[in-house]
Nanobody, 119 residues
């Protein structure tokens, strides 16, 4: 079993910044990919950014404003969010795609952290 603990959400004014953190623990042999997703009420969860083997990918809506990074030693992933807009308001979820010995790859989700961008 793998657990993800997220932190860093909150209320920020438009144009401000926040940094989200997520640490994975448990039965992990290797991490194939880590990422951040977000969801607003009534909408499907959408991909924000992912990172794998040093390669990053971003949703068009956040390119140039958000930066995803990873600390392999800590099994942690971060999302630096700059120039935040009201439309970035959502619950942000961390995701990890990993392997364990003797089992096929699987993924796990964090509990979510609220980000609210408002004046």
């Amino acid at each position: 079993q793998v657990q993800l603990v997220e932190s860093g959400g909150g209320l920020v004014q438009p144009g401000g910044s926040l940094r989200l953190s997520c640490a994975a623990s448990g039965n992990i042999f290797s991490i194939l990919q880590m990422g951040w997703y977000r969801q607003t009420p009534g909408k499907q969860r959408e991909r924000v950014a992912t990172i794998s083997s040093g390669s990053t990918d971003y949703a068009d809506s956040v390119k140039g404003r958000f930066t995803i990074s990873r600390d392999n030693a800590k099994n942690a992933v971060y999302l630096q969010m700059n120039s935040l807009k009201p439309e970035d308001t959502a619950v942000y979820y961390c995701n990890v795609y990993f392997t364990t010995i003797g089992a096929p790859p699987s993924d796990s989700w964090g509990q979510g952290t609220q980000v609210t961008v408002s004046s």
